[in-house]
């Protein structure tokens, strides 16, 4: 049995949510001061999803930054944690035995453990708009968050703060044109195939994929991409960007690299791959939990070596239950599918900085029969 309710904001727009039974425990959310759009700019990405709102902030002084989804109106909410260095918070709200049914918005950030402050300044924006769980007299905005470390690239001292969710969080909701990937937000610092240490690394960076089926099921995912492992398209097998050569002008090959043990380079919690996977499909939390199970295989799929000790490698899921009766196994599929697509597309997207090249600076390695693998 599902339970609908609809709830309209101060502008007039309309959350039509439908969740599973085991998601009322906890009120429906009060008419608030939230003005959301009705259309969040052009609905590219993760914003494909009804209901759900994507925002980046990115400070001056050196590149690193936040990346805030918001699901104002409720989301039921999972989690996986595979990499061997995470660094999150309210990751365990979101266990299935646990009582909080519902999530209000997630973070993704640079800046190492310090980059989880964050989701401070995310938790006043909601609270200030009278969005969250209905706790006695207050209202308490759910707000998991991940983060990745960025901390060698420029001055360490400047990081990711509440300020930075604050503003990330206010861009989700007006939004100018198509969300943006590369080098922005949680992207802005990060890195790739740090297997012999970051001086034979490449950039990376944020991205986002999602796509619709004739059912009006709808996937979308949002990856910051900063691994110690190579980004590879599983459609060819090419190495799109990773480890390069002691010269640096070439592709060496991470596993390559490894067989010849010489990855002494890096450092526990120095990397990490960390995104949100979202639907519309009504799902409870033990489904959301699977979905973003799931959706690791989008990681191991496309970057390798993956889920490491050195990385700290996290997914969300989040659906919004706008769609009743989806299957379970193709929500999933299609996440680890849009996970491959929006990693894909970060580091495509991603730019040069301080002497590190991007994918677009590299030998164009897609149509060589003798790319690194």
Same mark, same amino acid.
């Given at each position: 049995m599902l339970t609908a309710f609809g709830k309209t904001l101060a502008i007039g727009f309309t959350l /039509?949510? $439908?969740?599973?039974?085991?998601a009322c425990a906890?009120?429906?959310?009060a008419d608030h001061g939230l003005t959301v759009p009705a259309v969040a700019g052009e609905r590219d990405g993760i914003r494909r999803v009804p209901g759900v709102y994507a925002g980046h902030h990115t400070l001056d002084g050196r590149p690193t930054g936040c990346t805030v989804v918001l699901t104002p109106g409720g989301a039921v909410g999972g989690v996986d944690v595979r990499g061997?260095?995470?660094g999150t918070r309210e990751t365990d709200l979101l266990d299935p035995v646990n009582s909080v049914q519902e999530v209000h918005a997630v973070v993704l950030s640079g800046g190492s453990a310090f980059g989880l402050e964050a989701a401070a300044g995310v938790t006043r924006f909601l609270e200030e708009r009278g969005v969250g769980?209905?706790?006695g007299p207050a209202r308490v905005p759910i707000v998991p968050a991940a983060i990745l470390f960025d901390l060698s690239i420029g001055d360490p001292a400047i990081r990711p703060d509440a300020d930075c969710g604050y503003r990330a969080a206010e861009a989700a909701l007006n939004p100018e044109g198509p969300l943006a990937e590369g080098n922005v937000g949680a992207g802005a610092g990060a890195t790739i /195939?740090?297997?012999a240490g970051l001086g034979r690394a490449m950039k990376g960076g944020i991205g986002t994929a999602s796509v619709e089926l004739p059912s009006g099921l709808v996937v979308a995912a949002i990856v910051a991409v900063n691994s110690a492992g190579d980004v590879v398209d599983p459609a060819t097998g090419r190495t799109l960007a990773g480890v390069r050569t002691a010269q640096g002008d070439e592709l060496a090959g991470a596993m390559q690299v490894l067989h010849e043990e010489r990855g002494a380079g890096n450092r526990p919690g120095s990397n990490t791959v960390i995104g949100i996977v979202a639907t519309n499909a009504a799902l409870d939390k033990p489904q959301a939990t699977k979905v973003a199970q799931m959706a690791q295989d989008g990681i191991a799929r496309s970057i390798v070596p993956s889920h490491t000790p050195w990385d700290g490698d996290t997914m969300f899921a989040l659906a919004t239950g706008e769609l009743a009766g989806a299957d379970l196994t193709t929500v999933g599929a299609l996440a680890a599918e849009m996970v491959v697509e929006a990693i894909l597309r970060a580091v495509r997207a991603a730019e040069s900085i &301080? /002497?590190?090249? $991007?994918?677009?600076d590299m030998?164009?390695?897609? &149509?060589?029969? &003798?790319a690194p693998r």
């Open positions: /039509g949510l $439908a969740f599973p039974a085991t906890q009120a429906a959310p061997g260095a995470p769980f209905a706790a /195939g740090k297997v &301080d /002497g590190i090249p $991007a994918h677009a030998p164009r390695y897609d &149509d060589m029969p &003798d």
